[in-house]
């Protein structure tokens, strides 16, 4: 099982056909379709030039007018949009042989580009919540279809988006979250990409136990996110050996999983170098447990 590098690590990566040019000069060829990069015309014909093996990741390939994808939207035209978008995203999966489609969890309002909330108004918890839900279940009729498995990453929570200590606009932060959803969408094709370090975030601001939120969903993860950050704010650094993300990796049963690196603004040697750490660190774990339970493999 080889790591895979995230095509949104490398600096100045907008053009996603630039990135996978490097990354084919470099010869990564463990490669996730991430959600950063502008539209081009050009990108199936490219990928399928590629020799790589890919997972897709939210809003990929990119539409050719930008939006903010909310599967919770309370706008018939942003959901309606947002479930086209991963219409696009499975068939992607289905032309490259991807066995995993990645989405994020739902936003109570509509962000603006960047995902900020001020002046936007939330609907209640659980309309978004019900709304979500209801995506997922159509999403996943496709997805099985199409042999591909679905993976619902972990919102983090920054602290300008809190008011008064509390989050009323991002979806599945905290365990408890998804207990409800999986009671909701008992799928066994729906699955978690756990973002360490959106969690690390998350737990920080909302103060819960990250280890316990490990503990409480760890048969259901299907994919990890790796990046790092100082505890605070998403910042999607590059690995910082004997940091929580590592001590993570180090003492869970995650071995058989896609590993994802998603650190941002990297060169190539950088991103080589957060690769070679992981696969160091991956070269002497044992799969245990539920990391068998990706049943095709990547």
Known sequence: MDV?????CLKDGKDVIRVLDGYRSASFRYIELGASHEYSADIVGC???????????HYFPPPPNAFVL????????????SLQQIDRSLDLCRKLGSPLLSVHAGFTADPSPGLTFVGHEPQPYEKAFDIFVDSIKRIDASA???????AIENNVLAKYNMVNGTNPYLLLCRAEEFEEFF???????????????????SSHNLGFNKDGFIDKL????FALHIHDNNGEKDEHLGLRPGSWVCRVLKTRSFAALPWILESANLTIAEIRQN???????RS??????NCSQMNRPI
């Open 183 to 201: 009671r909701r969408v008992p799928s066994d094709n729906v699955g978690i990409l756990l973002d360490l370090g959106h969690l690390q975030v």
């Open 144 to 150: 099985r279809e199409y042999g591909v498995r679905l």
């Open 47 to 57: 990928l399928e030039k590629q020799p790589a093996r890919f997972l897709v990741h």
């Open 218 to 221: 760890e048969d259901k993860v």
């Open 70 to 81: 909310n599967l919770a939207s309370a706008s018939p035209e942003i959901l309606y949009r």
């Open 275 to 281: 690769l070679e750490l992981l696969d160091g660190q």
């Open 284 to 289: 002497q774990m044992t799969p245990l447990g």
């Open 4 to 8: 895979y590098v995230s095509t949104g």
